[in-house]
């Protein structure tokens, strides 16, 4: 019988077992990236939108090796149930990823000439979809195959996805000041439901 302990006992285990290195290495580049953007001059507002899409995806892909339970043969027998320690380690990851890509967005906001403001609900909207579906896929991996190729292949998944999407860029990823800026993004809030369902379905105990 399994036994729900309170989450916050597990918390400093679960930070401790996490794999933190591709999450604080794309924390880095997308932080670097904020900083090197047209370097000595104002950023741009295309500028700026294009670097806070790029570290969502670099974020989004990095943050499913968080999922990883390198002791998944001998966790699987705990008395703490597998959905529970797996929700918490997308809560950490998802929470880290996201200090990161705000520390980026305020980067570039400092840089950007007085008076120019960007869409920035928008641009968080479009960064929570990607930090959500990079977590879902690797999720799905993870359930298959709890190893660290499992992350690699979400990771691969959603950098395809992101991909796959770069002939319909006007559709999907519009320019500032679009007039279709509110219409695409409302159709990427919609979207929003589809990876937390995704995320709660793989996250389930896994039948033995």
């Known amino acids: 019988m399994r036994v729900i302990c309170r989450p916050g006992v597990l918390v400093p285990p679960l930070i401790r077992a996490i794999d933190w290195v591709p999450v604080s290495a794309a ?44 002791a998944a043969v001998t966790t699987a027998v705990a008395p703490v149930p ?28 400092a840089r950007l000439a007085d008076g120019t403001e960007m869409q920035t609900p928008g641009l968080v909207t479009e960064a929570a979809v990607s930090l959500l579906l990079g977590l879902a896929c690797t999720a799905v991996a993870v359930r298959q195959r709890p190893e660290r190729i ?17 002939p ?16 695409i993004h409302r159709a990427w809030l919609s979207v929003l439901p589809a990876p937390l369902l995704t995320l709660a379905l793989a996250h389930r105990d896994v039948a033995r």
Do not use: H, K
């Open 27 to 70: 924390a880095v580049v997308s932080l670097g990236l904020a900083l090197v953007t047209t370097p000595g001059s104002t950023v741009e507002p295309a500028n700026a939108m294009v670097t806070l899409r790029m570290a969502g995806v670099l974020l989004g892909a990095a943050a499913g090796f968080a999922l990883v339970d390198a």
């Open 82 to 109: 597998r959905w529970l320690r797996q929700w918490i380690r997308t809560l950490l990851v998802a929470g880290a990823a996201a200090a990161a890509w705000a520390g980026t967005l305020l980067l570039l906001t």
């Open 168 to 183: 319909y860029v006007e559709e999907v990823w519009p320019y500032l000041g679009s007039p279709r800026w509110g219409e």
């Open 150 to 166: 499992a992350a690699v292949i979400g990771a691969a998944a959603l950098l395809i996805i992101a991909m796959s999407t770069l």
